[in-house]
Nanobody, 127 residues
């Protein structure tokens, strides 16, 4: 298990930017693939982006491609989500999650693959 804490959420106008951070405890962080999920009110939690343990592979949901960028710093036990050109439909609680296995294009969005989750950070996009 790894303890995850998200930060960086807030209220932003459409077209604005936010950078989410996820701080992880433990010495095994660098061995985990990491992902960001989000959950809007009344909707299922959905995968937003994933990054492999070495940062060599990344995946994005179609709805955020070209606007969001995932990255990680294994020396700081942290993963980030840079969100640009935010839209009202990006409003949700954003969660980071850790996966002991590899992230693969066919199953990185499967929630049961992730063994640790943060508490979430609220992102609200509104004018």
């Amino acid at each position: 298990q790894v303890h995850l804490v998200e930060s960086g959420g807030g209220l932003v106008q459409p077209g604005g930017s936010l950078r989410l951070s996820c701080a992880a405890s433990g010495s095994t962080f660098s061995s985990y693939a990491m992902s960001w999920f989000r959950q809007a009110p009344g909707k299922e939690r959905e995968g937003v982006s994933a990054i492999s343990s070495s940062a060599g592979t990344t995946y994005y949901a179609d709805s955020v491609k070209g606007r969001f960028t995932i990255s990680r710093d294994n020396t700081k036990n942290a993963v980030y989500l840079q969100m640009n050109n935010l839209k009202p439909e990006d409003t949700a609680v954003y969660y980071c999650a850790a996966n002991k296995g590899p992230v693969r294009i066919w199953d990185w969005k499967v929630r049961s693959n992730y063994h640790s989750w943060g508490q979430g950070t609220q992102v609200t996009v509104s004018s």
